[in-house]
């Protein structure tokens, strides 16, 4: 089914489109005179009601449902926020937008924010890309000395202030309430939920969170029109949708694909990734960013009922978390026979580990807990019961905790277990090899 | 004036009827101990505590009666408002009382169980909440995370090996002291409470920080290890404080006073916050008016064989769960036996063979 749409990345390898000149050249800002001229709020919110685009932070919320969520009480400003964090493990493709067409973004906040009524913007960045803030502040600079931001946008009476906030760089800010509070200039702990930030958000104002991609694609669905962006995609995931691959793939990078494009051909065709590198074969994906339960070969290619598995939402959720997966924020990462189960388990249960806030119990005793028995079994000092053990904290985490990180800390170590359980087990019962240099376990032939 | 609209909310099959807005825990307190969830981080005085233990989890198993549907997963009771017609389970969920049992198993992983040793022993809402659901134990067999002493001040103790992250003293220091010193540091695990560079706590009201919080790791410096809270006698008493409300808890050893605290309700949480002076300075009977003895509270074990009709009622869930649950016990290990038996066999001996080797070296 491969097919070239490509709406967000079409124009990403012209010559100098990181420039405003380049940019408007190309068609650029197109949106924003549509939008200010001739739309009026509500009619750019049904557009993109009509396109169907899910959110593409990672939970895949309708975006223009939650637009119609805002309240609109009078007197109180509204704000539109820009989720650039992006720190989820293996998960880079807000990078690239921003770093290689900020006007894109640009011109989606501006189209966004006046269909919400926001007349102070934020697109907060993690700290750690400075080299990217400051392609976005000389871009926004840019597009302000060409009236399409700052007071009376092209004599329309709209004003709109864009701000980029650096973040303080840890994983946690990038979910939205802790985003939110650090924009406020606190610690980036989460909020309890409700009230939700489209009632009571930044600087308790009612307050959209969007991801850079999600914001990104509403000016190409007010340029083409809410139905033209639904007829692409399949079922209800309409659209395209940027994947950044990594891992054991000939061709890893970000890609544009259409939703509903199939897994296998994804991984194996030329235009995409190209296959897994030579002489190797496919052990296991994580398909969605590292929190998203990993999925052996067999079933990432196919769903249990034997249908081919698809790059969208529903399919790649298909049989729950027994068999299925989430699409999440698309960080596919590709894992050879090389690949030790146990040892990226354990890697990533550190990051968890890591980047908890701290703020609730199950969160922060819990990953800690988990780091370190996953850390014993990796090296060569775990129990059998240690596996079960290791199930029973994650459940106690699951949906037990302030905010989904300690969900992402749970899925991957129960998905881990549930579908390579005898690498745990051979792990314990074989510590001297199992912690040999490069030793790694699969269908019971032992690699080292 | 229009009348506060009531909702009717059900909690452990028992109805009561609350203003709109009231949460599932107040809706609970409302009708008593015996369905009321625990709370290790919710505190009613202090505005925006509650949401972060998860000691107070509940199922509800019908939202609304608009809307029937249950709650897909289990909620902090403190923070989540009720709605007309809600179902709540609590101690009657099963599901409810597993998840409590894992928030105490992750809480004691970096909470020491050193009560003989702790001041708080007695008067520790995490002794009470393990003691309730039954485990004593965790199954973490890692090193703990352990801290030097950290010197706050003359008159606070800070022992953050005991610290379960509550972050109620941080809302007090907030909320009720004039210049913050104190709150929490880095993330996750490693995650401290501490003040600004080993900075004195020295506020007017500072000394609050102790009374809320829920374990021992703030604890009264003029009183540590002066007494036991089983062997003192709280009278209720006032004075004339140009501060405070200046009522309080004077604690009894003989005829001395040995602390002065808050006065809590029965729910352990303070009524009026007290000032420092009142606190530390006046430990003299006749500083006082003396207003009588103290009602104990439900948590107090000074309440412990004593004032029966103040103790909690088990549930009848938890007696039938027991009845289902739990067999007869068939143990026939060693130390069931009789005394002259258990001298024949291999393990008492062997015992006995390890204690002279150690008392010989
Ligand atoms: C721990 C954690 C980290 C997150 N990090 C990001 C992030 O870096 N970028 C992002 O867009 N969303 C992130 N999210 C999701 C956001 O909370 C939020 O759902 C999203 O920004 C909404 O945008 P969308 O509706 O356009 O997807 C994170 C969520 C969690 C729980
Ligand atoms: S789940 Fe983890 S990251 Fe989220 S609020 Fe709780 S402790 Fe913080
Ligand atoms: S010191 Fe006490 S009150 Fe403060 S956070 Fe720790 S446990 Fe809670
Ligand atoms: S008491 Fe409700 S979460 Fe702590």
């Known amino acids: 089914m491969a097919s070239d749409i490509k709406i967000l990345t079409d124009k990403i390898n012209i010559p100098g489109i990181e420039t405003f000149e ?5 068609g650029g800002y197109a949106a924003v005179e549509k939008a200010i001229k001739k739309m009026s709020p509500d009619e750019i919110v049904e557009e993109v009601k009509k396109s169907g685009i899910r959110g593409r932070g990672g939970a895949g919320f309708p975006m223009g449902m939650k637009w119609s969520f805002l309240a609109k009480p009078e007197g109180i400003p509204r704000y539109l926020v820009c989720n650039g964090d992006e720190s989820e493990p293996g998960t880079f493709k807000d990078h690239y937008l921003m770093k290689n067409i900020p006007h894109l973004l640009i011109e989606g906040m501006i189209v966004s924010s006046f269909a919400l009524g926001a007349n102070k913007s934020f697109i907060y960045v993690r700290g750690e890309l400075m080299y990217v803030i400051r392609i976005l502040e000389k871009a926004i600079e840019e597009a302000k000395n060409a009236g399409f931001l700052g007071k009376n946008i092209l004599g329309s009476g709209y004003d709109l202030e864009l701000v980029v906030q650096p973040g303080g760089g840890a994983y946690i800010c990038g979910e939205e309430t802790a985003l939110l509070e650090s924009l406020e200039g606190k610690r980036g702990n989460p909020r309890n939920k409700p009230p939700f930030p489209a009632i009571k958000g930044l600087y308790q104002s009612p307050t959209v969170v969007n991801n850079v991609e999600s914001i990104a694609t509403t000016s190409w669905i007010i340029n083409h029109g809410g139905d033209e962006y639904a007829k692409l995609g399949i079922g209800r995931s309409t659209g395209t949708k940027l994947i950044s691959a990594s891992g054991h793939v000939k061709k890893p990078g970000v890609y544009e694909i259409e939703l509903g494009l199939p897994v296998e051909e994804f991984i194996y065709s030329d235009q995409y990734l190209g296959g897994i590198r030579e002489g190797h074969q496919l052990k296991a994906v994580v398909a969605g960013g590292s929190s998203v339960p990993i999925l052996p070969a067999n079933l990432i290619m196919k769903t249990a009922n034997g249908e081919p598995r698809l790059m969208s939402y529903e399919s790649l959720s298909d049989g729950g978390f027994a068999t299925g997966t989430m699409l999440g924020s698309g960080g596919f990462i590709a894992m050879d ?6 040892r990226n388990t354990w890697n990533f249960s550190r990051f968890y580990h890591h980047e908890s806030c701290g703020q609730c119990s199950p969160c922060r005793e819990g990953t800690g807990w988990m780091e370190k028995v996953l850390h014993k079994i990796e090296h060569g000092h775990g129990k059998m019961s240690d596996i079960d053990l290791l199930v029973d904290v994650a459940k106690r985490i699951e949906g037990n905790t302030i905010c989904p990180l300690g969900d992402a800390a749970a899925w991957p170590v129960g998905s881990a277990i549930r579908h390579f359980r005898d690498e745990f087990e051979w792990h314990i019962t074989h510590p001297h090899e199992a912690t040999q240099k490069g030793a790694v376990f699969m269908n019971k032939s032992i690699l080292v | 004036m229009e009348a506060t609209q009531l909702i009717k909310v059900t909690v452990d099959g028992k109805t009561v009827e609350v203003p ?17 969830p625990p709370a290790m981080c919710y ?4 505005k925006g505590s509650g949401g972060k233990c998860r000691a107070c989890l509940v199922k509800v198993a019908q939202g609304s009666e608009k809307d029937p549907r249950p709650m897909p997963k289990l909620v902090a009771s403190c923070i989540t408002q009720a709605q007309d017609g809600m179902v709540v389970e609590n101690f009657s969920n099963p ?12 809480l004691l992983i970096n909470h020491p169980l050193d009560c003989p040793v702790c ?4 008067e520790c809402h995490l002794q009470d909440f393990a003691f309730e659901h039954g485990l004593g134990t965790t199954r973490y067999d890692d090193e703990r995370r352990t801290f030097e002493p950290e010197d706050i001040g003359d008159k606070i103790q800070l022992n953050k090996n005991r ?7 941080v809302y007090t220091a907030e909320q009720i002291t004039d210049s913050r010193v104190h709150g929490v540091m880095y993330r996750g695990d490693h995650a401290e409470i501490s003040t600004y560079i080993s900075k004195a706590i020295e506020n007017d009201f500072s000394g609050n920080v102790i009374d809320v919080c829920p374990v021992g790791a703030l604890t009264d410096k003029t009183y540590r290890f002066k007494s036991r809270v089983w062997f003192s006698k709280p009278a209720d008493a006032h004075c004339n404080c140009d501060k405070c409300s200046g009522k309080v808890n004077l604690w009894y050893k003989g005829d001395e006073v040995i602390r002065v605290t808050a006065r809590k309700n029965q729910w352990g949480e303070v009524e009026d916050f007290i000032c420092n002076d009142c606190r530390y300075e006046k430990k003299k009977t006749s500083d006082w008016v003396i207003e009588g003895p103290t009602k104990i509270p439900r948590h107090s074990v000074i309440s412990a064989n004593k004032y029966a009709a103040n103790t909690i009622k088990k549930p009848e869930f938890a007696m039938d769960f027991a009845a289902h649950n739990f067999k007869e016990i068939d143990d026939n290990r060693d130390y069931n036996k009789s005394l002259e038996e258990i001298k024949k066999s291999g393990d008492y001996k062997n015992l006995m063979n390890k204690n002279k080797a150690l008392l010989s070296k």
């Not at chain 1, 380049?22 to 190309?26: A, C, D, E």
């Not at chain 2, 709109?20 to 809706?27: C, D, F, L, W």
């Not at chain 2, 505190?43 to 202090?46: F, G, N, S």
């Open chain 2, 95 to 106: 599901d409810v009382v597993n998840a409590r049992k894992g928030i105490v198993e992750f």
């Open chain 2, 20 to 36: 709109v807005g009231t949460t599932i825990m107040e809706a609970a307190r409302m009708i008593g101990p015996e369905v009321a």
């Open chain 1, 22 to 26: 380049v940019y408007r050249k190309n």
């Open chain 2, 119 to 122: 001041d708080q022993a007695g």
């Open chain 2, 43 to 46: 505190y009613k005085p202090l």
């Open chain 1, 337 to 342: 026979e090389t690949t030790c189960i146990v």
């Open chain 2, 163 to 169: 610290c379960i992250l509550c972050y109620r003293c």
